[in-house]
């Protein structure tokens, strides 16, 4: 089973709103990655969790603050978002740094 | 110059044809190679690990050129399912970070 959760699949939220993101592995994986994709472009490394603790932070704006209460899960909480962090937010795990990654579905953001 | 490179495409095939994308990276001290496949609005999926050995999947075949810095990714008799955007990717050497290419652009045609 490689299996990442993410809920919700979509969400729009005003700018003065606060929201969090989910993300879900039962696969005992110790690495958890927050990537930020816009259309027709890659995907763009915002955070990486390595055995619960931080370990990258790619100069991330405030406004998005990841957590990692166990691990099994990684939440992404948002307030004060822009019209321009509209994206496609997707988790990703891996059995360790370095390792390949599985990626959930992803969070589809609107803000308005 | 971007860490890892690829040509954008879009390249236009039809079903059966034989396609190759190459895909370069800056850093000498990369260690690990993916290449991942992603549809229209989903989310990137694994298709194959790189080694130095080269490996082959069924229709998939993914080469190393550690000398050159590129790996490459062939696709042998081409279906309409195929059609994606193809993902090469790169991870350094004591770094935890998956470093993406802009993907390639497949479409396959009948």
């Known amino acids: 089973d490689t299996e990442v959760t993410q809920t919700p699949k979509h969400l729009v939220m005003g700018m003065t709103n606060k929201k969090s993101l989910k993300c879900e592995q039962h696969?005992?994986?110790?690495?958890m990655y927050w990537y930020k994709q816009k259309a027709k472009k890659p995907p763009e490394l915002m955070f990486v969790?390595?055995?619960?603790?931080?370990?990258i932070n790619e100069s991330v704006p405030s406004r998005f603050s990841p957590e990692c209460p166990n691990s099994s899960l990684l939440n992404l909480h948002l307030h004060a978002l822009q019209p321009e962090d509209s994206a496609l937010y997707l988790c990703a795990s891996s059995q360790e740094r370095g390792l390949e990654a599985f990626f959930g579905q992803g969070t589809r953001l609107t803000v308005v | 110059r971007k860490e890892v490179e690829q040509d954008p495409g879009p390249f236009n095939v039809p079903e059966g044809a034989t396609v190759a994308f190459n895909c370069t990276y800056s850093?000498?001290?990369?260690?690990?190679f993916f290449w991942y496949r992603q549809d229209c609005r989903k989310e990137p999926k694994l298709l194959m690990s790189?080694?130095?050995s080269g490996n082959e999947d069924g229709r998939f075949t993914a080469q190393l050129n550690r000398a050159s810095q590129y790996i490459s990714l062939l696709i042998r008799d081409s279906k309409l399912s195929d059609s994606a955007t193809y993902l090469c990717?790169?991870?350094?050497?004591?770094?935890?970070?998956?470093?993406f290419g802009t993907g390639t652009r497949l479409q396959v045609f009948p």
């Open positions: 790189v080694y130095s």
């Open positions: 990717v790169v991870i350094g050497f004591d770094t935890d970070k998956l470093i």
């Open positions: 969790y390595s055995y619960e603790k931080l370990s």
């Open positions: 850093n000498s001290a990369s260690q690990s």
């Open positions: 696969m005992g994986h110790r690495a």
